[in-house]
């Protein structure tokens, strides 16, 4: 038996079994794992291949290659969760995240960081029984599988090579090229867009794919599906009820899936969400979100940098950094390129500075701070059941940002730029190196005018010993329950400090031994 996706949509000639539904569904399993990203398709690929018969369901669509036809105009709205319109409530930070088969590895920068070991050790000391072993050994199984290798020099544009330059000119002593889980990138630059030519390692090319094509696994993934209702009875899951929705939101049928065990992976933000409006770990589930909050700072040169043409995100500094043994807050600086509707979202100009910012394109350095924040943030559940987050960067925070873009500033000038552009409002451009302290003054008092990105949320479902605090222990199994989890981003204790996808997908791949080992205790079988 091969595994099969189904779906709302006609979609002839795909890689994939696939068909088309055409009435409600009610589904047996003992698994069902909500979520097919870092987390979920790594669970329902290890699980099913364990004997499990496992059901996934994912929100988005199912999209190959030939699908993503690298104009954000189409496929924002079509890969990226509420078609990339997903802000905290100030509207002050735009998080990305994905919402299709693949979740957010679909639409990532493919870098892949190990879990720093001074992170691993905080995990430890608040409580989580994972020890350096199962990381390592998680870390090497999912490098092998999404084929986590290094870049060759010949693999670094120019604006990566700028990154160096800066890095080299002010003396820091840690920076490196970064490791992608790729094989033969056509490096398009377009990886926020999906990889048209599939060269990227995500979920749905690897785990998801493996799994549908082993003639010894059960998976039956559906997409188009939202799962709602969790059905519980006395720390006791039974199921959940979810809906098709159409790409108008309307729901065209439903789905009860009755499963031994549920697993909760649909991302920080959605899990927590779900939680609440189950009423599952109330005043808990929502608790420390953190951002990874990213300022961008551009360089303008004379010259052509075309950062949008090569790997976007290939070099970054690691001297102040949990890389580099800064056990608290800290922070990378890491090279980015964005495609352009994202490039010009990110920069507070008016219409006809954006139209002057775009013509010039192709002459920009860019870098961003990578924050490594604490866990400041709220998620909740509105009465239509919509999720908000309450996010507000702290003194921490801000210093370093200030010192993060500061840092950058200083590297765009060195080589020669003729003026600085921010994510200020307040101070947007610098014309001379002299200004940079006006910028850092800027961001620590005044960063209500602060326009950030974040693709990093996680948090949100704390792991750890203190049932007070956390929502989950070091199984990933939801306090009080016998046989539901929650396996993704949000149950991360703290920030990682590092891009969080090879963690994800190590944690998942943890816990999908461990609830195999348990398998009888939580399914009550024989
Ligand atoms: C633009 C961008 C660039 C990034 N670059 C990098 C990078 O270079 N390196 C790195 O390490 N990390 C990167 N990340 C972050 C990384 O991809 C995520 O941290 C990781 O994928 C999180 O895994 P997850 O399983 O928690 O959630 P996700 O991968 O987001 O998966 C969650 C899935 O659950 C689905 N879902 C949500 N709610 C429901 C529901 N109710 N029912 C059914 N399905 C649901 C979603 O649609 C989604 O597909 C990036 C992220 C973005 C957005």
Not at 90 to 113: E, H, K, M, P, W
Request: hydrophobic letters at 40%; one cysteine or more; a negative charge.
């Amino acid at each position: 038996m091969t595994g099969i996706i189904r779906g709302l949509e006609e979609l002839p000639g795909r890689m994939e079994p696939y068909e088309r539904l055409t009435d409600d569904v009610v589904e047996e399993c003992d698994v069902c794992v909500i979520g097919s990203g870092a987390a979920g398709a790594v669970l329902a690929n290890k699980l099913a291949h364990a004997g499990r018969s496992v059901v996934l369901l994912e929100r988005g669509g199912y999209y190959e290659g030939e699908d993503m036809n690298q104009r954000d105009e189409d496929m924002v709205p079509l890969l990226w969760k509420n078609g990339g319109i997903n802000f905290t409530d100030d509207l002050r930070i735009a998080i990305g995240q994905g919402c299709c088969l693949g979740g957010s590895t679909v639409i990532n920068d493919a870098v892949c960081f190990p879990i720093p070991e001074i992170v691993a050790d905080q995990w430890t000391g608040l409580g989580v029984e994972i020890s350096m072993l199962e990381w390592s050994d998680a870390i090497k199984e999912v490098s092998d599988q999404i084929h986590v290798t290094p870049l060759a020099e010949s693999e670094l544009n120019r604006n990566s090579r700028m990154l160096r330059t800066g890095c080299e000119l002010l003396g820091f002593k840690n920076h490196s090229m970064n490791s992608r889980n790729c094989i033969g990138c056509m490096q398009c630059g377009l990886c926020h867009l999906g990889c048209h030519y599939e060269t990227k390692q995500d979920m749905r090319v690897t785990y998801i794919h493996r799994a549908l094509s082993d003639p010894g696994s059960d998976v039956r993934v559906y997409v188009n599906c939202t799962a709602g209702r969790i059905t519980h009875a006395d720390g006791v899951v039974d199921g959940v009820e979810g809906s098709f929705l159409d790409s108008s939101g309307r729901s065209v049928y439903k789905i009860k899936v009755n499963a031994r065990a549920l697993v909760l992976s649909a991302g920080s933000i959605a899990s927590s969400q779900m939680l609440i409006s189950n009423s599952i770990a109330p005043g808990v589930a929502g608790r420390g979100l953190a951002l990874h909050p990213f300022p961008c700072i551009l360089g303008e040169f004379q010259f052509e940098v075309r950062g949008n043409q090569g790997i976007p995100m290939a070099y970054a500094l690691h001297d102040f950094g949990v890389t580099n043994g800064v056990a608290d807050g800290g922070f990378l600086v890491e090279g980015i390129y964005l495609p352009p509707l994202q490039f010009a979202m990110y920069f507070p100009e008016t219409d006809l500075q954006k139209l002057e910012l775009m013509r010039r394109y192709d002459h920009y350095a860019m870098a961003g701070v990578l924050v490594r924040d604490d866990q400041n943030g709220i998620v909740s559940v509105t009465d239509s059941g919509s999720a908000r987050v309450s996010y507000s960067p702290g003194a921490k925070e801000l210093d370093s940002m200030a010192r993060g873009a500061a840092v950058i500033a200083k590297m765009w000038f060195a080589q020669g730029a003729t003026r600085v552009i921010t994510s200020h409002l307040a101070k947007r451009v610098l014309n001379r190196v002299e200004e940079i302290g006006d910028l850092e003054r800027a961001i620590r008092n005044d960063p209500k005018n602060l326009l950030l990105g974040s693709a990093h949320p996680q948090g949100g479902n704390r792991m750890g010993s203190d049932r007070s605090r956390c929502v989950v222990d070091s199984d990933c199994r939801v306090y009080g329950f016998r046989n539901l989890f929650v396996c993704d981003a949000s149950v991360f204790p703290t920030a990682l400090g590092v891009n969080p996808q090879l963690t994800v997908m190590s944690l998942a791949t943890i816990t999908a031994e461990r609830l195999t080992e348990k398998w009888k205790d939580i399914s009550h079988e024989g």
